[in-house]
């Protein structure tokens, strides 16, 4: 079941490029793989793999990811669990 995607972003700014099917960039969970903040599909796969992981069900709270990933995230977090460890540091309700 998908919890956040596409639909739900609140930033349109983000590039879109095409991944084979089972790319780990957007496939499976988060790893040592790397995470491209500009990229649309990167980020609704982190923010909707997280919520499931987090039992997180409203996508208002994926929206709280996607700024904190947008606008506060340092530029030298590049790796998909050190976003998940950030991420999960720094969501506040």
Sequence with gaps: MILF????????DYKWSTYVP???RVNGKPDDTTFNRE?????VYMIDRLMKLWDYRFANT??????LIH?????DITRQ???QQWLKT???F
């Design 90 to 92: 720094n969501l506040k």
């Design 5 to 12: 995607s596409r639909r739900n972003l609140h930033y349109s």
């Design 39 to 43: 990229e649309g599909s990167e980020v």
């Design 22 to 24: 089972n790319d780990p």
């Design 81 to 83: 669990e050190e976003v």
């Design 71 to 75: 606008d506060k995230m340092p530029a």
């Design 62 to 67: 994926g929206n709280k990811m996607e700024k």
